[in-house]
């Protein structure tokens, strides 16, 4: 048996044991710049502002979105929990509104050479996430990469993001076709909504998600739902420039209330159940492992 077969095997065990299950939410794009980062961030904060525990799981290897936008260095990431013996708690950086967030750092590319200690303690750590947030949010990079694509395969719930842009449109489904052609991807397990981002109306967002889920529908026998948009405003603008988060800076802007509403869409009762039922954290990083 290699190590990355044990820490499967480990952590199977560990996940069955599990009662509670936190909601694991994946944003993704088929290139960069279409607003990721900046939708895993405010959709944080709106779901801290219904009552939810959130940490954000930065895994764009390479770039430092998440933590330029909450002004905060992280003072540890994953590898060092991994190779340095940090504990969990303290790669979790606090951001505004007790907002968590973990560097994935460069312990994401050494997931497959990790010796017995540290799958031991990792899938200890693993299970201790379940006590510490209500949700997690993972920013994968951008683009279509194996990383990508192995946190797509095992979320049971995904976010995939455009912009009106014809390039972002075709990206976005080169990202869905990549997804849909590998072997690992079960439609039945995996929710794909789509969120159309700088937007100037509903039907401009609408038109954006006709036309992927036209072409994921005709040429992949699939279908991606629309989840909504957000309209690009002057306040957006502004806090994209300054680093800022639109929702703290300017809560009634229409981009803040855009943002609410779909953390109000995702948070709804009957949808919440459904996707956390038979699921855990735990799986997840087991199903992540599994395709890495």
Request: proline share 3%; with cysteine.
């Given at each position: 048996m290699d190590q990355a077969e044990g820490l499967r095997n480990v952590v199977k065990m560990q996940s069955q044991q599990e009662d509670t299950a936190t909601r694991v939410i994946t944003i993704t794009s088929g290139k960069g710049?279409?607003?990721?980062?900046?939708?895993?961030?405010?959709?944080?904060?709106a779901f801290s502002n219904i009552g939810k525990k959130v940490i954000i799981f930065d895994a764009d290897f390479g770039l430092a979105n998440v933590e330029v936008m909450f002004g905060t260095i992280p003072?540890?990431?994953?590898?060092?929990?991994?190779?340095?013996?940090?504990?969990?708690?303290d790669i979790v950086t606090t951001?505004?509104?007790?907002?968590?967030?973990?560097?994935?750092?460069?312990?994401?590319?050494?997931?497959?050479?990790?010796?017995?200690e540290q799958i031991q303690f990792l899938v200890s750590s693993l299970r201790r996430l379940e006590g510490l947030c209500d949700v997690l949010i993972v920013d994968t990079g951008a683009g279509i990469s194996d990383q990508v694509l192995d946190f797509v395969l095992a979320s049971p719930e995904v976010l995939l993001v455009s912009t009106p842009e014809p390039s972002s449109i075709s990206?976005?489904?080169?990202?869905?076709?990549a997804t849909y052609k590998n072997p690992d991807f079960h439609k039945d397990r995996t929710t794909i909504h789509l969120v159309a981002n700088k937007v100037t109306s509903?039907?401009?967002?609408?038109?954006?998600?006709?036309?992927?889920?036209?072409?994921?529908?005709?040429?992949?026998?699939?279908?991606?739902?629309?989840?909504?948009?957000?309209?690009?405003?002057?306040?957006?603008?502004?806090a994209v420039r300054t680093q800022q988060i639109v929702s703290v800076d300017s809560p009634l802007a229409k981009s803040s209330r855009?943002?609410?509403?779909?953390?109000?869409?995702l948070m709804d009762?009957?949808?919440?159940?459904?996707?956390?039922?038979?699921?855990?954290?735990?799986?997840?990083?087991e199903s992540f492992l599994h395709h890495a």
């Open positions: 710049g279409v607003g990721k980062s900046n939708l895993a961030v405010n959709l944080a904060v003072k540890y990431n994953l590898s060092d929990m991994i190779y340095g013996g940090k504990q969990l708690e951001g505004p509104m007790g907002i968590g967030f973990i560097s994935g750092g460069s312990g994401i590319l050494g997931l497959n050479n990790l010796t017995e990206d976005a489904y080169s990202l869905m076709k509903e039907a401009e967002g609408r038109a954006v998600y006709d036309k992927i889920n036209s072409v994921v529908h005709r040429f992949l026998g699939g279908e991606v739902s629309y989840l909504g948009m957000i309209p690009q405003d002057q306040s957006l603008e502004k855009a943002f609410s509403e779909l953390a109000c869409v009762p009957k949808r919440e159940q459904q996707q956390t039922r038979s699921f855990s954290l735990a799986r997840f990083f």
